[in-house]
């Protein structure tokens, strides 16, 4: 009678078992270091990575940066109100309001210098097969920067007012 491990051991040199099969392999070009993984070759996968505001065909860049800066905007809220060193001051939601439109301002300016570096072409890639052209030169990144500027600054406005008229809005509900 064979042990389960002796059972394992033979099953390593047996073609036909499917545990021996390749799951990741180059995707064109073995040296250029991207592989296809049963996770970035799912369809599912590259139709929610295409589907995302940066890869979206058919949108202007500056729409692209409002979107992805109203997430960030509205999201980056709720930590400065929670964890916020004066969260037990008369006005936290003022001054989270402040810390995040500050680092929305901070992040504008990584985005703005990184324009200024005259940033590499867009590459293609297996989850990517078309990444758009307007990130190919600085002024695509500097209207991405205005309009991630203009939607970061929405989606924290937009945060403060939901948190600040919270009770009125659940007595409405």
């Not at 990444?131 to 991630?148: E, I, L």
């Amino acid at each position: 009678m064979t042990t389960f491990v002796e059972r394992i051991e033979q099953s390593n040199s047996n073609p036909s078992d499917p545990r021996n099969r390749e799951v990741i392999y180059p995707d064109i070009d073995p040296e250029s270091g991207n592989l296809a993984t049963p996770i970035n070759a799912s369809k599912l996968a590259r139709g929610f990575i295409n589907n995302l505001s940066a890869y979206r065909p058919g949108i202007s860049v500056q729409q692209r940066g409002l979107e992805v800066g109203l997430a960030h905007g509205y999201w980056l809220y709720g930590p400065f109100v929670t964890f916020n060193p004066l969260r037990h001051s008369a006005h936290p939601d003022l001054i989270a309001l402040s810390s995040t439109i500050g680092l929305i301002v901070i992040s504008t300016l990584a985005i703005l210098l990184y324009a200024a570096s005259h940033p590499p072409q867009p590459i293609a890639t297996l989850t990517t097969p078309n990444p758009p052209q307007d990130f190919s030169n600085p002024h695509g990144w500097r209207v991405y920067a205005q309009g991630f500027l203009i939607g970061g600054l929405l989606g924290a406005t937009i945060a403060y007012l939901l948190v600040a008229n919270l009770h009125p809005i659940q007595t409405f509900f």
